[in-house]
């Protein structure tokens, strides 16, 4: 149950920011409580928007594959690559590369203009730990988005859930994202060269809390190896990401349908 956990908490963040090709915010652990490797292959329906801001719904298919191994090295669609140095249960920390995927002029007539943004690696770290049973805290640092490679995000985030049946689990998640001046620029500015381009005023924003996500899910383990998951999630966007001219609905609500098989 906890690896569907993650998986579902994943796909409802990707929703939350529009994004239906990026990596997770959150390192999450891909193996049952009680094993140190295994994996989870799965895919998600999930609909969102077509970048973080649009009022344009967007509606993808997402397959996903993920592995950890007992020597703490993890690879996959969601996390990336790394490393886990922690061999508790109740924490995590270490190091990975993951991939900021960019975004398409093409993807709206309100990014008209102002180019594309091109996909990059991301090196970072990570830290989880759980101080009781249900609830989790979640942190992460992100560095090398952006067309200027310069982009840093920070990732806070708590999560809760619990059983409703042996079957059925309830979860909620809240989570924000920092972002330096360059992250920033890149996805909600626009420089003179832009300005001229696209019709849109000079507009340059500054580091702060892009966004603040709240989710709910409900898992249902339909046998011992699948499992199906609904999530909600509502993203409000902060600060000058919230100001910025391309921004057309500030609040967004997403949903996703996920089925995942552990192995």
Do not use: C
């Not at 594959?65 to 007992?70: A, C, L, T």
């Not at 100001?243 to 996920?258: C, E, G, Q, Y």
């Amino acid at each position: 149950m906890k690896t569907i956990t993650a998986l579902l908490a994943f796909t409802a963040l990707a929703g939350a920011s529009g994004s239906v090709l990026a990596q997770s915010d959150f390192y999450r652990s891909f193996t049952p409580p009680n094993a140190r490797e295994g994996g989870v292959a799965g895919a998600a329906l999930l609909v969102g928007r077509e970048y973080q801001g649009s009022d344009e719904s967007r509606v993808r298919v997402l397959p996903s594959i993920e592995y950890q191994w007992s020597n703490g090295f993890f690879a996959g669609v969601l996390n990336g690559v790394g490393y886990n140095g922690s061999t508790q249960p109740d924490m995590a920390y270490g190091v990975r590369v993951t991939a900021d995927f960019g975004r398409k002029e093409r993807r709206s007539n309100a990014l008209r203009g102002l180019g594309d943004i091109d996909p990059r690696p991301e090196l970072g770290a990570f830290f989880n730990f759980s101080p009781m049973r249900g609830v989790t805290l979640n942190t992460s640092v992100r560095y090398g988005s952006g067309n200027e490679r310069k982009g840093l995000l920070v990732d806070l985030g708590a999560g809760w859930s619990t059983s409703l049946s042996p079957n059925l689990r309830f979860g909620t998640t809240l989570a924000t994202t920092w972002s330096n001046a360059d992250y920033a620029q890149s996805y909600f500015g626009i420089d003179a060269a832009q300005a001229a381009r696209s019709g849109y005023a000079q507009f340059v924003p500054g580091s702060g809390f892009r966004d603040v996500r709240l989710g709910a899910s409900l898992i249902y383990r339909v046998t011992p190896a699948w499992s199906l998951t609904g999530s909600i999630t509502h993203s409000e966007l902060q600060g000058d990401a919230r100001r910025s001219p391309i921004v057309r609905d500030k609040s967004t609500l997403s949903a996703v349908v996920a089925l995942g098989y552990n192995f």
